[in-house]
T-cell receptor
Framework: DADVTQTPRNRITKTGKRIMLECSQTKGHDRMYWYRQDPGLGLRLIYYSFDVKDINKGEISDGYSVSRQAQAKFSLSLESAIPNQTALYFC?????????????FGSGTRLTVV | AQSVSQHNHHVILSEAASLELGCNYSYGGTVNLFWYVQYPGQHLQLLLKYFSGDPLVKGIKGFEAEFIKSKFSFNLRKPSVQWSDTAEYFCAVNALGDKIIFGKGTRLHILP
């Protein structure tokens, strides 16, 4: 099994619909992140969580919300999807105290809003 | 605030050519530096990282990067590229304990 699992892998949804992207990890890391990737813009941070009770906005949090249900689970919601939220979304985890500090990424969710 | 600047958005090389991708960051304190690679249709994978010590860091697949503190740079190099190196490369930086900030990426296309 992958260390970081994202579901669904691909999703097409209509404008105005609510959608949830899910992320679960088996790394035992406290820190989890949601990024979106757009061509030419790199990865931009949406939300991050340093532990179960900690939620922080990233640089582009408008239109998104998150829920940290447990150490292993971090969900991203689009309350009312709009076309410019069409992107590739990545979840990541990290352990800054570990000798091998760096992100472990999930395989991504490709979201299309029509 | 931290930021990362990658000099080239798109690089095209022939096989066996040498590669250098530029990366500069802005942050006055101690940082960790990373290069990630994303092959077509895949997620990001760590190529190499610098935490401390020898500023010349060797990574997987023959890549290396040199941290030059005075220039706030962390350029990625490979002496001889292969067609399989076609991918997008991201430089990233974080201040200790903080989140990682990514550059906008460089698309590398290797001609066979």
């Amino acid at each position: 099994d992958a260390d970081v699992t994202q579901t669904p892998r691909n999703r097409i949804t209509k404008t105005g619909k609510r959608i949830m992207l899910e992320c679960s990890q088996t790394k035992g890391h406290d820190r989890m992140y949601w990024y979106r990737q757009d061509p030419g813009l790199g990865l931009r941070l949406i939300y991050y969580s340093f532990d179960v009770k900690d939620i922080n906005k990233g640089e582009i949090s408008d239109g998104y919300s998150v829920s940290r249900q447990a150490q292993a689970k971090f969900s991203l919601s689009l309350e009312s999807a709009i076309p410019n939220q069409t992107a590739l979304y990545f979840c990541a985890t990290s352990d800054p105290t570990g000798a091998n500090y760096g992100y472990t990424f999930g395989s991504g969710t490709r979201l299309t809003v029509v | 605030a931290q930021s990362v600047s990658q000099h080239n958005h798109h690089v095209i090389l022939s096989e066996a050519a040498s590669l250098e991708l530029g990366c500069n960051y802005s942050y006055g304190g101690t940082v960790n530096l990373f290069w990630y690679v994303q092959y077509p249709g895949q997620h990001l994978q760590l190529l190499l990282k610098y935490f401390s010590g020898d500023p010349l860091v060797k990574g997987i697949k023959g890549f290396e990067a040199e941290f030059i503190k005075s220039k706030f740079s962390f350029n990625l190099r490979k002496p001889s590229v292969q067609w399989s190196d076609t991918a997008e490369y991201f430089c990233a930086v974080n201040a200790l304990g903080d989140k990682i900030i990514f550059g906008k990426g460089t698309r590398l296309h290797i001609l066979p």
